[in-house]
């Protein structure tokens, strides 16, 4: 049998995010409801963070009460504090995420902290979830380079990575979020986390500023991941990474992924009728 990789659809949210026209809550709806048809297990609808950092979230409560849920699909959203861990609880969420940064001058960019400090303040989440038993995922960006400090130093990647499993995530994200990351770079930050991290409870998440994306992942399943986040029709980006572009394209990933022999689960032509439904979103916007 073909070896299964997971993928994790990240176009609701990290994909809608920085959109600058806003996007309907419906539409919101029906992107996520499309997806669920595709053969997802795993869909990152929304984020509870501060409306006045990502405006174009700040329906997430309604989008979450909105969709319509496939029970073989595990809905998740991005929770920054304990008031978002609380609302995402009040929506039903089946999973959440925090996030941190393997760079000092994009944590304090992104979510105006440390590295440290953004740790001491996802202890209370995931004391909360752990009584909820809500897994945690946690994101670490800029694994490869960082708009404000350059190259990230494979070990403090594997540092920030080491201590998110042991706060109790169940997983650890790569973000090569400007998407500038080579592959030889990306090689060298896996052997260091992979030292302290089982393969087995790391994501990658790649964007494609330079078109590496499916080589940086190639890479990754050499090092033993087999998760990986994506968007589809290729929509993200970040606000506070200048020049990234978005998120790898889920179409082109599933392709990639299944011409190398491994199987995703993903219905094909039902994941090109959502990509082309995400992309009018962006051209509406």
Do not use: W
Not at 155 to 180: M, R
């Amino acid at each position: 049998m073909p070896e299964k990789i997971t993928i994790v659809e990240m176009s609701p949210r990290d994909g809608l995010q920085n959109e600058k026209s806003p996007i309907s809550t419906a539409n919101k709806i029906a992107l996520v409801d499309q997806l669920s048809d595709c053969g997802f297990t795993r869909i990152e609808v929304s984020s509870f963070v501060s409306p006045k950092r990502i405006p174009q979230l700040a329906d997430a409560i309604d989008v979450m009460s909105g969709i319509t849920r496939n029970h073989s699909v595990s809905y998740a959203v991005l929770t920054p504090n304990l008031r978002g861990f609380q609302t995402a609880i009040k929506v039903k969420a089946d999973e959440v995420a925090i996030f941190t940064s393997a760079s000092e001058g994009f944590c304090r960019e992104n979510i105006n902290c440390s590295i440290d400090e953004s740790l001491v303040r996802f202890a209370p989440v995931l004391n909360a979830a752990r009584a909820l038993n809500i897994p945690v995922r946690g994101y670490v960006s800029c694994v490869t380079d960082c708009p404000y400090d350059g190259p990230t130093q494979p070990s403090q990647v594997a540092d920030v990575s080491a201590k998110l499993i042991e706060l109790g995530c169940f997983e650890v994200s790569l973000g090569d979020t400007l998407g500038v990351g080579m592959p030889d770079a990306v090689a060298e930050m896996l052997s260091a986390v992979t030292a302290r991290v089982s393969p087995s409870l790391l994501a990658g998440h790649f964007h494609d500023t330079n078109n590496n994306a499916l080589n940086n992942i190639r890479v990754s399943l050499e090092a033993g991941l087999k998760v990986f986040d994506s968007s589809a029709g290729g929509l993200g980006g970040c606000p506070y990474a200048p020049g990234a572009k978005g998120n790898v394209a889920t179409e082109q990933v599933v392709e990639f992924l299944h011409s190398e022999g491994y199987a995703t689960g993903i219905d094909v032509g039902r994941l090109n009728s959502a990509a082309q439904f995400a992309k009018s979103l962006r051209s509406a916007s």
